[in-house]
């Protein structure tokens, strides 16, 4: 097995991709001859050509309408978003196209579309670079939301969701794409959309985290081992749909957990993790459910950035009052 | 300014030049007669005869459809009368498997190309089996979002392109969509693509109220085709010829592989903008309404086929009877179609159901079992 880097594993995915299905589309503003700002589509137009890999003009709503009227005629879009703040310029394309045209059409065409788009703080962005707004997407009826947090996983998380017959949200969290490093098979694999995975197993507090925050969730945990806790770190890896058997199991195992995102806190996806805990598994609880968040303002200016994104320290110490609760 | 900066740097007279090529392109005259002979198309007598037949259909259809809405057996129902020309004979230029995007008003247009009128009616009525297209016609549903039909054409259009067939996608918006930011991506993308596509604005005057000069300052909206540097042209959308002919020529220059084109169609809609409650005396005279009324595009047809002696009294009543017919059948037809459940809803959400969607089925069916 070859050690990737989370781009490399992206551009990987990409890749086994467009050579199985002659269907797969990946185009975007500057992923052609670029590679992508990021380079996830480093070497791939070389690879397949202008036909299969293919600039835009600079228009998200355009690119949008492109993935809906391609899908149409049998392809499997995989487009990106320069970065995911611009969703906004294509939110009607995804919310009020791609999400419903199944619905729309009664169950008659499918949107195999493949939204790409890197997303997450701690790189000192301009405006608009950074903003967690999976819980904007994961409100919408219609999609899946998947954010990956190591290589392996974003290897076969991606090829999944390309393979997946409704639209998916595929998010990329900046600061993972070189930081991290893993094992990543050379060949083809996929791991399921709605399944988390158990990235440390704990059995006094469970810790629910996605992206960037699973590893600091893990820093967190390997701290509160050193002062006698077993955490265990679940990675949701989709955060719509939720894997609710995994959330659940683990509740009821711990009987303690928080959430932990690196999104403010109003609304969003802690939230719904909480609900759905407090309502499934209630009686298995032995403290409140916390969680760890940004706080409720737009995404900082890059000087505040470090004070503002919640980070291992913020969840050690949420952690401790639900152990000691 | 020097005269030969003024000749190589003068926007203004830049802008008056382009605006001054958009003559409104017209074959047959209000009065029926042919005033541009070199342009009349070469359709035979029957087509001529099918033309008709359809533009007459739609106007009972339309004339029934608001009845229908007013005793609440049609749900959503936008009127088409007055934009016959600008509909059909568009639709007429196209092939069996070109792709139509409709607007909302748009749907004479798919029923022709092949979607049962009483799904049509279920779609007025809010029931998906309306939206539920027949294998191998190649239509969306009507479009609700103004303009989000333009981009979705590009990506039609190029994936039309992909595939290497002979065929186009066509979409319709109108005088108000023209000002959407979808409209220029949707023509600059597949202008960008060289895509086979063809856009249609149906100028008929109206934004519900917003009348077409608080758009834009822009003389017509064909110009604004330039700016994508796709070809474009402004036709008298009340002349089935003149539409038939741009639609034509736009499909014949797409399919050779030389791009979109965009076409303003220049018409008029008698009635409200919807049966919700517009009411047009808010916001339009009987003088302009009457304007246009005098420039109907089937009086004038019909005066052109009698002239040729295709047309009479006779057939037309034939075709109005038959047309009611029809739409007596569809309505049945809608009637007898099961009503929609909610489970039928949470079925159609995703290929397969996520743990809530699971969940609220088995809830809502033991709720529908009832």
Redesign the interface.
Known sequence: MAQMTMIQAITDALRCELKDDENV?VFGEDVGVNGGVFRATEGLQNEFGE?RVFD??L?E??I????????????RPVPEIQFFGFVFEVM??IS??LARY???????F?MPVTIRSPFGGGVHTPEMHSDSLEGLMAQQ??L?VVIPSTPYDAKGLLISSIR???PVIFLEHLKLYRSVKGEVPEESYTIPL?KADVKREGKDLSIFAYGLMVHESLKAAEELEKEGYSVEVVDLRTVQ??D??TIIASVEKTNRAIVVQEAQKQAGIAANVVAEITERAILSLEAPVLRVAAPDTIYPFPQAENIWLPNYKDILETAKKVLTF | MGEKLKKQFDPAATLQEVESKFEMFQILNEEGKIVNEDAVPDLSDEELVELMTRMVFTRILDQRSISLNRQGRLGFYAPTAGQEASQLASHFALEKDD?ILPGYRDVPQIVFHGLPLWKAFLFSRGH??G???PEGVNV??PQI?IG?Q???????????K??GTADV?ITYTGDGGSSQ??FY??I??AG?FKAPAIFIVQNNQFAISTPRDVQTSAKTIAQKGIAAGIPSVLVDGMDPLAVYVATRDARERAVKGEGPSLIETMCYRYGPHTMSGDDPTRYRTTDIDNEWAAKDPIVRFRIYLEGKGLWDEQKETEVIERAKEEIKAAIKKADETPKQKVT??I?????EK???LQEQYEIFEAKESK
């Open positions: 589309l036909d835009t003009p228009a709503s355009g949008g309408g492109l993935a809906v009227g391609l899908s149409l005629t049998g392809y009607d394309s009020g196209q199944r619905y729309r059409t009664g169950n008659t499918n009826p219609g899946k997946d017959n409704d709605g749909p939720l609710i058997e | 792709w998906f089996v939206n539920q297209i969306l549903p979002i989000a333009y981009v979705q054409a590009a990506g039609v259009a190029l994936g039309i992909k595939r996608a930011g979808d991506e949707g600059n993308f960008a039928d809803l079925s159609n959400m995703y290929e996520p743990y809530n």
